[in-house]
T-cell receptor, first 110, second 118 residues
């Protein structure tokens, strides 16, 4: 079946460093969504990108959707302890169900 | 606006028993999706219901089943529990999880039901 691969699986960064997670698909996605799950919590929607090459920002977070709509990235500038958690991407292939990536677990070293 | 409510939040069962989990979606949401989350396994899709119809099912054995009622509330059932069924079961509601372009597919997750099988 169609899959969404996410790398890296784990990332440990010093507080204040930048962080990036990548999402890749072998086939074109209709959209890409990003969710954040805090430790012990549930996934919470962050953003959705729909257009080819789209870039959106939320404070220190920058989200990109590739030109071919097959990849996406989430970049966090100057990480803070509140950024700890697992970041999931998810996308629709056509009008099929959302397919989630495997997630990137971010830990911050104070 | 009330969020997605899942009950029970925690439960402990023994092997061979069965369990029923409940999910009340956000008012007006007609789509309910269920996911299983275990450490290191990410979010595994179980099934999705829309207007009382199952539209899609993940790769889980027939012991896992679900249904949706006319008020959009959903239940999932796991029969003949196995140790490997221990997990966090998440329910997520949306206007329409299959609608890729309208924003109706944004999922709102409940807090989950944490099942431990002994």
């Amino acid at each position: 079946g169609q899959q969404v691969m996410q790398i890296p699986q784990y990332q440990h960064v010093q507080e204040g460093e930048d962080f990036t997670t990548y999402c890749n698909s072998s086939t074109t996605l209709s959209n890409i969504q990003w969710y954040k799950q805090r430790p012990g919590g549930h996934p919470v929607f962050l953003i959705q990108l729909v257009k080819s090459g789209e870039v959106k920002k939320q404070k220190r977070l920058t989200f990109q959707f590739g030109e071919a709509k097959k990849n996406s990235s989430l970049h966090i500038t100057a990480t803070q302890t509140t950024d700890v958690g697992t970041y999931f991407c998810a996308g629709n292939f056509g009008n099929e169900k959302l397919t989630f990536g495997t997630g990137t677990r971010l830990t911050i070293i104070p | 606006k009330a969020g997605v409510t899942q009950t029970p939040r925690y439960l402990i069962k023994t092997r061979g028993q069965q369990v029923t989990l409940s999910c009340s979606p956000i008012s007006g949401h007609r789509s309910v999706s269920w996911y299983q989350q275990t450490p290191g396994q990410g979010l595994q899709f179980l099934f999705e219901y829309f207007s009382e119809t199952q539209r899609n099912k993940g790769n889980f054995p027939g012991r896992f089943s679900g249904r949706q009622f006319s008020n959009s509330r959903s239940e999932m059932n796991v029969s003949t529990l196995e140790l490997g069924d221990s997990a966090l079961y998440l329910c997520a509601s949306s206007s329409d999880a299959f609608s890729a372009f309208s924003g109706a597919n944004v999922l709102t997750f409940g807090a989950g039901s944490r099942l431990t099988v002994l």
